[in-house]
């Protein structure tokens, strides 16, 4: 049975949190609860799927000190702010931080819900993609290293006569190669694989 989505409640205003919390629950999802960014830096979240409410000013770590936080350690739970104090200049840097949206206090039932259940549907996105990319990962890493230059050659549109000379070996070695770099990619088409590549970032080095 799938877990419901917790939603990571961050207030240092303890009745809002209580009643974010009761609001939500009643809607069936679960909440966990953080007096601070501190708290919850000290108790990061588990691997369900989630979204976070975070107050944009707080005492210690602020709001968007965490968000920037947050990104460099890869979250991926969408971040909604909620807000007391209509700062236009944070709302903005938050936005385009990447939070999911900006509401201020005190929201409406219908708003906080309509923006949860965006973000969550992000999050599922999101989870799916870095699945997928997990995936991608799993069949490169069982490429020898020599299939690997062959696959990276492959994708940038090399010949097979091409690579041969480039790798010093021989057309029929390179056949070789492409079809068990075919194989272990779970691949039909060249197109497939340069989709990988470009999910793995090789295109870009």
Do not use: W
């Amino acid at each position: 049975m799938t877990a419901a989505p917790t939603i990571h409640i961050v207030d240092d205003d303890a009745s809002f949190r209580t009643s974010m919390s009761r609001l939500l629950r009643a809607s069936g999802y679960q909440t966990t609860l953080y007096e601070s960014g501190d708290a919850f830096l000290k108790q990061p979240p588990d691997d369900n799927a989630g979204c976070i409410l975070l107050d944009l000013q707080m005492s210690g770590v602020q709001g968007l000190e965490l968000q920037e936080h947050l990104a460099r350690i890869g979250n991926i739970l969408p971040i909604i702010f909620l807000t007391a104090h209509g700062d236009i200049r944070g709302s903005v840097q938050a936005i385009k931080a990447g939070a999911e949206d900006f509401l201020p206090k005190p929201v409406s039932r219908e708003a906080l819900f309509e923006c949860v259940d965006r973000a969550l549907a992000r999050n599922v996105e999101q989870r799916q993609q870095q699945d997928r990319l997990s995936a991608m990962r799993s069949l490169a890493a069982r490429l020898t290293p020599r299939e690997a230059e062959v696959f990276s050659l492959v994708v940038r549109g090399k010949l097979n006569k091409q690579i041969a000379h480039e790798l010093g070996t021989s057309v029929r070695t390179i056949k070789a190669h492409r079809q068990a770099v075919m194989e272990k990619l779970d691949v039909k088409s060249i197109a497939e694989a340069v989709s990988i590549a470009e999910r793995l970032g090789m295109l870009a080095e």
